[in-house]
């Protein structure tokens, strides 16, 4: 069955340490990767993606991600914690075909990152 | 930017009145539209996909008679739900994937219903 799993339901780190936020998908076909922020009472923001390439992503706010076929995995993260980046993070994988109506998301549980001063 | 807007952003309703929930893309076309809920702390949980002229396909456990997706436009879905009940009561938020960048959804703010 497809599936998302992002390990750790919460994650703490210093500002200025790195930040790893872990997804790990099941697939038989390597899929569409996204990684979204969620702040309080908002929508959902697109961090990355990753459709085909390069298996390293850069995205905004300094975050990146590499798609590790071998591991199927999706690790998000960024050298240096701010303040501004407490929130919860999504991953995502966009499962099914390439034509509109032939695929879906499912997201992972989320993370919710906290950045201690 | 993309931008994708709901409306409202909050409702609160009595339990049996039926409450529509709008979706539009501002600047572009949307030939995919998705409708998501979400629990308290919890992940989005895929209720339908709506595509443009056709009728929508609602996810395993959602009930389509209660939760009334029309996609009108290209950029335009509601959600209705139907004699609502305390249960409904959750954060719902919208999607839309543009014509020429399928791969990507754009979010909307989301609308918290509160039943009553």
């Known amino acids: 069955a497809q599936s998302v799993t992002q390990l750790g339901s919460h994650v703490s780190v210093s500002e200025g340490a790195l930040v790893l936020l872990r997804c790990n998908y099941s697939s038989s076909v390597p899929p569409y990767l996204f990684w979204y922020v969620q702040y309080p009472n908002q929508g959902l923001q697109l961090l990355l993606k990753y459709t085909t390439g390069a298996t390293l992503v850069k995205g905004i706010n300094g975050f990146e991600a590499e798609f590790k076929k071998s591991e199927t995995s999706f690790h998000l993260t960024k050298p240096s914690a701010h303040m501004s980046d407490a929130a919860e993070y999504f991953c995502?994988?966009?499962?099914?075909?390439?034509?509109?109506?032939?695929?879906?998301?499912?997201f992972g549980t989320g993370t919710r990152l906290k950045v201690l001063a | 930017g993309a931008v994708v807007s709901q409306h409202p952003s909050w409702v609160i309703c009595k339990s049996g009145t039926s409450v529509k929930i709008e979706c539009r893309s501002l600047?572009?076309?949307?030939?995919?539209m998705f409708w998501y809920r979400q629990f308290p702390k919890q992940s989005l949980m895929l209720m339908a996909t709506?595509?443009?002229?056709?009728?929508?396909?609602?996810e395993q456990g959602v009930e389509k008679d209660k939760f009334l997706i029309n996609h009108a436009s290209l950029t335009l879905s509601t959600l209705t739900v139907t004699s609502a009940h305390p249960e409904d009561s959750s954060f719902y938020i919208c999607?839309?994937?543009?014509?020429?960048?399928?791969?990507?959804?754009?979010f909307g703010p989301g609308t918290r219903l509160l039943v009553l």
């Open positions: 999607s839309a994937s543009p014509r020429d960048l399928q791969e990507t959804q754009y």
């Open positions: 600047d572009f076309q949307a030939t995919t």
């Open positions: 995502a994988v966009r499962f099914g075909g390439y034509t509109s109506g032939t695929y879906k998301y499912i």
């Open positions: 709506s595509n443009e002229g056709s009728k929508a396909t609602y």
